[in-house]
């Protein structure tokens, strides 16, 4: 990975699927970043983050034909392939969907980076555009959580819902290298694991998320041994695969179907319903399982570097919570997320 400590100034950008952002680095500083949906007042603005940009080359007094290199966040054509490979494989299930969504959706996802070179041109007509560059997601997140830190060198572990393939990955930051260790891949997913929880209890994946962390402490975690005998298998380093046939993200738009409903009790809470004691209790299920997870993760994360320090980065890092347990239990001295 060359975006560390000591290139010349590199846009990163990040767009196409939620939480649209630009942000500016230079010499390894970061020097300015924006999120899109703070110009547009459109939560989770996907779309291309113009405003971004240019709130980020207007703070840094930058011009584009100045900079390094502009990155994007992850890899559109191994995602893409990623996702044809998916609906493949679950045919005919996903037909429909795939039918219906696809031609349009692999159109704009391929075609990612041109799409971004274009809006770049046209925000500085006339210039010449810096080199773009692809980086895969976990890189980025990775690079996200320990370039920016107060660590010469540190375990990282990142964890989420999915980019390309890679769900779960630990590296090794020394100073500007980062070194990939290990990695778990899609569909086996703790983001997506608690992501289905967050839609079976009514909330909006990718963003109600925080809500079900929020409603753990109400319940009990009364449903975390069905999650560990069906849903999850855990193993003592932490790494994990999914029971699929509970879910149903790999093959379009929902999250769980009907033997999810017949485990947890019965169809999944309405959006804006009554919230009733079981979604208490399936958020202190889930959380307590992430937790779990979470732990053993992060000590193999120690144990296989040396460290005594943790950075985290991914969706499942947002979880709070779950760090205050990593910091309380984890063994390491320090974590930065
Ligand atoms: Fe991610």
């Known amino acids: 990975m060359g975006t560390g400590r000591g290139d010349g100034p590199v846009l990163g950008i990040s767009a196409y699927y939620h939480d649209s952002a630009a942000a500016l680095v230079a010499e390894g500083v970061p020097l300015a970043a924006a999120q899109e949906e703070r110009f ?12 971004a940009v240019l709130s980020c080359l207007r703070q840094t007094g930058l011009r584009l034909d100045e900079l390094a290199a502009v990155a994007f966040y992850e890899d559109p054509a191994l995602k893409f392939r990623r996702v044809l490979a998916t609906w493949l494989a679950t045919a005919p299930h996903g037909y429909p969907v ?16 041109d799409d971004v070179r274009a809006r770049l041109r046209a925000l500085a007509p006339g210039q010449r555009l810096p080199p773009l560059v692809a980086h895969r997601h976990h890189a980025s997140h990775a690079a996200s959580a320990f370039y920016p830190s107060p660590y010469p060198s540190a375990a ?31 569909p086996h997913s703790l983001g997506m694991l608690y992501s289905a ?4 209890c009514g909330f909006k994946v990718d963003s109600g998320e925080y809500k079900l962390m929020g409603l753990a402490p109400y319940g ?36 769980v179907g009907r033997a999810f409903e017949e485990l947890f009790d019965g169809p999944r809470r309405t959006p804006e319903g009554p919230l009733t004691e079981r979604e208490f209790d399936l958020a202190a299920s889930v959380q ?12 193999t994360a120690l144990r296989r570097t040396g460290e005594r320090r943790l950075c985290l980065a991914g969706g499942v890092a947002l979880n709070c919570v779950a760090n205050g347990r990593l910091l309380a239990d984890g063994g390491c001295e320090q974590i930065w997320v």
């Open 40 to 51: 547009t007042r459109r939560r989770h603005d996907p779309g291309f983050p113009a405003h």
């Open 98 to 113: 795939f039918r219906r969504a696809f031609p349009q959706w692999a159109g704009r996802k391929r075609r990612a980076l």
């Open 156 to 186: 990282v572990l990142c964890v989420d819902g999915v980019g390309e393939w890679t769900t779960t990955s630990l590296w090794h930051g020394r100073d500007t290298d980062l070194v990939p260790l290990a990695e778990l891949r899609f």
């Open 197 to 200: 929880f967050t839609y079976f």
């Open 220 to 255: 009990t975690p009364r449903y975390a041994p069905l999650i560990r005998q069906r849903l999850i298998d855990v193993k003592p380093d932490g790494s994990f695969r999914l029971d699929l046939r509970y879910f149903t993200f790999q093959y379009g738009r929902t999250m």
């Open 288 to 299: 307590q399982v992430t937790e779990e997870v979470l732990l053993r993760l992060a000590r």
